[in-house]
């Protein structure tokens, strides 16, 4: 079959396809849209919300029309939504930080990860988890968890291991977001340095946000520009993450490896790549930039949707206390490098 009669079967079969696929997804916007309804009404983290919606409805990804769609949504627009995220990057705002400050944010990111990976056994979890929770405490929450489980090899514990991942890091985010300026004002860090260790250390950009401008417009914006740092290390862990799972790790029961290079890696880099020089249309790069947010927030929503609560909650308390150790690592040696920078 040459390339065009393929290309020809599938817009010939596209229509079929958006049929089966939507009533999964309608139903997963659904739910994004009302998580985000209760987050600006509430002041709820419209992720968490996105998350415990889509359990309260899990039945819908077990059976009928709905399960096609829902698994879509969780698979594909979760990727696209991660390669949109490559349109917040811009290396020329991260170069006014100061290299000391970069490299800092860059060795928290890459320390926090070694950190998890070596201790993970201590709290009777493998290396899949390691990476999974150490990825998404370094990087940026939600999103980081849901990439890098992306290239994970998958077992039967695959959904389990991500749901907890994300509810995990979600509500620590939360906390952090109230603690850390408290923790700030207290150690008089200042605006610089305060929004430096706001955007360092709490796990998902909104939190960052909301825990820097409530300290000060320059916390926020210290905060945010650093964060972003942190969001751009997530294309070369999962990128590194990749290779090395398939050069090192045992091939998955059914014999599929993660590709070689994630087509949402490669869209990251791009995106982040034609921002930085600029040939992105500001307007565009907004609308991207939200676009991504709603895909995340309604792939997160299918991912609720297609979880089994009982085996999430069976993980466990050395998983939470994993979670806790690893964030409270980065808030240290952050913490330390502010202070030996000063």
Known sequence: MTMADTASHFVRDLPEQARTLFPGVIVAVIVAITAQFLADHYEAPAMLMALLLGIAVAFLGDEGKTVAGIGFAARTVLRMGIAFLGVRISFD????????????VIGGVL???????????????????AFLTAGSVAICGASAAMAIAAILPRDDKSEQRLIFTVLGVTVLSTVAMIAYPILVTKLDLGDTAG???????????????????????????????????????????????????RAFADAPADGKRPPLLPFFVIGFLILATLNSLGLIPTLVADLMSQASRWMLLIAIAAVGMKTNLKRVLAVGGPAIALLVTETLFIAGLILAGITYFA
């Open 93 to 104: 705002l991260m170069a006014g930080l100061g290299i000391e400050i970069v490299l800092l």
């Open 111 to 129: 320390a926090t990860i070694a950190f998890g990976l070596a201790i993970s056994r201590l709290f009777g979890h493998g290396w899949r988890f």
């Open 195 to 245: 929004g430096i260790f706001l955007g360092a250390t709490i796990h998902d950009v909104a939190q960052v946000v909301g825990a820097g401008f409530s300290l000060s417009e320059n916390a926020g914006d210290t905060a945010t520009l650093v964060k972003l740092i942190r969001v751009s290390m997530l294309a070369p862990v999962v990128l590194i993450g990749a290779l090395l799972i």
